[in-house]
């Protein structure tokens, strides 16, 4: 079994949590912070901006910054918002929506263990993820 996010969500925390240390930054110096390219960069930050979390200004004295607190912002929302939003309906051994009268036979634990992580999930904001991360190097 494999529960895995994409680089596109890493890269959007990575985003996140540069832009609150390093309000303005332009989008080269942005895109070398979290390891990608200029030309990556807009496909990382629009959902972040779609969402009303970080705000890009062009022009030569233009950046990004974040306007939201990272408190104010769900582990969740930030991976829906970069892989997009959770499939509950789904079937975790056929892949399509369990039969209603008779479901596969992980349904019921599968609906209760996808619940709980999603709930987890949502009630984590990305500030307190972060305070409880180990600093790089450690």
């Given at each position: 079994m ?8 890493d ?13 303005g930054d ?5 895109a ?9 960069l ?17 022009g ?11 408190d104010q ?21 056929k ?22 992580l999603?709930?987890?999930l ?8 972060l ?8």
């Amino acid at each position: 079994m494999r529960l895995e996010l994409s680089k596109r969500t890493d890269h959007a925390f990575q985003v996140l949590t540069h832009l609150e240390s390093n309000p303005g930054d332009n989008g080269s110096a942005l895109a070398e912070a979290v390891g990608t390219t200029v030309n990556y960069l807009p496909q990382l930050v629009k959902p972040l901006t779609e969402k009303g979390w970080i705000q890009g200004t062009s022009g030569p004295g233009g950046g990004y910054r974040i306007i939201v607190g990272l408190d104010q912002i769900s582990v969740l929302e930030v991976i829906e918002a970069m892989e997009g939003k959770t499939d509950e309906t789904q079937c975790v051994l056929k892949g399509a929506p369990c039969p209603t009268p008779e479901p596969c036979v992980l349904h019921d634990s599968w609906v209760l263990a996808r619940g709980a992580l999603l709930s987890e999930l949502g009630a984590m904001s990305v500030a307190t993820t972060l305070a409880s991360a180990p600093m790089e190097g450690e």
